[in-house]
């Protein structure tokens, strides 16, 4: 059985990426002694005025689930114009979403003019997903009806779900993930026409694809997944997720995603590294001129000495020479010079994101087998001594290309 078409229209690409706009959820209804069933989600009739994004291609910073981390201090100094978080639409629950630290601190940052954008995350690690039309479904959506009123109309950009085929169990990878996904997405939309003032600035993606580089992740609920976002007209592309080993890898998440696609979508990227790559590497001895200068057994291992940074942060020139004097990681460079020429030679990519802050959850419980997310980040607070009180030290492989490329 086909499913329905919204008919609201997306405006083509016209030079800058269009934008859709919608939103602000009505409250539920109250004194009935029983909650009520979220609202049916109806199709959109009606059409939307858009505002343009100033220009594709641009590159930001990712917080993650840390937006309350935002440093404007080292967000002006990188020259930052966008920035990227998720928020998990759980958290509703326990904080009302006009509460939640990191809402109200993505809303700030576009108080202050920095565009943003903004994940929805629905885990679902531990518990199944639920059926359209459930009651479990209509809890799903009223809880997610708390949160809309809060960024529609103020973030530019709402990815729905974050990452779908992770924040997931694997038993349920199939129909029963995008029934889930397109149900929710039919609800952001419908609530986005019905919320938004005139004119609207958010835009819609799907949210996020990853290890698509690996044939074996390319699976019926995938290609399901980007013929949704290909055949709902108000959906203006996907994300895409690409942490790989090989840096070469990167290209098949496009030459993959690219052409199931309408021909006016775009993409986001608003996560990419070789962390996997640096993973390879821990267990690696340190630079023998390292070990030298610093007074380190030439045995030690990579690993061991990050674990020491972290314990007890460098000065920066100690950090530096640790990843300079390190083929592995001195070779790999340019990678946001690189990537970003790559992403914007489609001349598709709406924004691209990249790690920008180390945060705790890189460092707890180290150890050689720990995912060294934290090399990846733009500035180094939790393994740098900071320069002052007021923004961290940034890592040296980064911060050069990142400014040049805004």
């Known amino acids: 059985m086909p499913r329905p078409r919204l008919t609201?229209?997306?405006?083509?690409?016209?030079?800058?990426?269009?934008?859709?706009?919608?939103?602000?959820?009505?409250?539920?209804?109250?004194?009935?002694?029983?909650?009520?069933?979220?609202?049916?989600?109806?199709?959109?009739?009606?059409?939307?005025?858009?505002?343009?994004?100033?220009?594709?291609?641009?590159?930001?910073?990712?917080?993650?689930?840390?937006?309350?981390?935002?440093?404007?201090?080292?967000?002006?100094?990188?020259?930052?114009?966008?920035?990227?978080?998720?928020?998990?639409v759980t958290e509703a629950d326990r904080v009302p979403p006009a509460e939640s630290a990191g809402l109200r601190a993505i809303r700030a940052a576009h108080d202050r003019g920095l565009r943003t954008v903004l994940s929805l995350q629905f885990p679902k690690t531990t518990v199944p997903f639920p059926r359209p039309g459930s009651a479990e479904m209509a809890a799903e959506l009223r809880r997610l009806d708390r949160v809309l009123p809060v960024v529609l109309g103020t973030v530019d950009i709402v990815t729905i779900g974050n990452e779908p085929f992770i924040e997931s169990m694997p038993s349920q990878r199939d129909h029963r993930l995008n029934d889930f996904y397109e149900t929710v997405a039919r609800h952001v939309i419908a609530a986005r026409a019905g919320l938004c003032a005139d004119p609207c600035s958010t835009h819609l993606y799907l949210g996020a694809l990853n290890r698509l580089d690996l044939p074996a992740n390319r699976t019926p609920a995938v290609e399901r997944y980007l013929a949704f976002a290909r055949e709902t007209p108000e959906l203006e592309g996907v994300d895409l997720h690409p942490h790989v080993r090989d840096q070469a890898r990167i290209q098949d998440f496009l030459d993959y995603t690219l052409p199931r696609l309408r021909p006016d979508q775009t993409f986001l990227v608003t996560e990419f590294s070789l962390v996997w790559h640096w993973q390879q590497h821990m267990t690696d001895r340190i630079p023998a001129a390292f070990a030298r200068r610093y007074g380190y057994s030439p045995d030690v291992q990579m690993w061991q000495v990050i674990g020491d940074a972290i314990e007890h942060p460098f000065p920066a020139h100690q950090w530096n020479d640790l990843l300079s004097q390190?083929?592995?990681?001195?070779?790999?460079?340019?990678?946001?010079?690189?990537?970003?020429?790559?992403?914007r030679g489609t001349g598709r990519l709406a924004v691209a994101t990249y790690g920008f802050r180390q945060i705790p959850s890189m460092t707890a419980n180290w150890s050689a087998t720990k995912t060294p997310w934290l090399l990846n980040s733009v500035f180094a607070p939790l393994t740098v001594r900071p320069r002052d009180d007021a923004m961290a030290a940034p890592n040296y492989a980064w911060i050069d290309d990142y400014r040049l490329l805004q």
């Open 8 to 88: 609201t229209r997306v405006l083509p690409l016209a030079g800058a990426l269009v934008l859709i706009s919608g939103f602000c959820l009505p409250g539920a209804a109250a004194g009935s002694g029983r909650e009520p069933e979220a609202p049916a989600v109806q199709p959109v009739t009606s059409e939307f005025r858009v505002q343009p994004l100033p220009a594709l291609g641009a590159l930001g910073a990712n917080y993650n689930e840390n937006l309350d981390q935002l440093n404007y201090r080292e967000l002006q100094a990188s020259r930052s114009t966008w920035v990227r978080g998720f928020y998990a």
């Open 326 to 343: 390190s083929p592995w990681f001195e070779s790999k460079k340019h990678l946001l010079r690189d990537e970003m020429a790559r992403f």
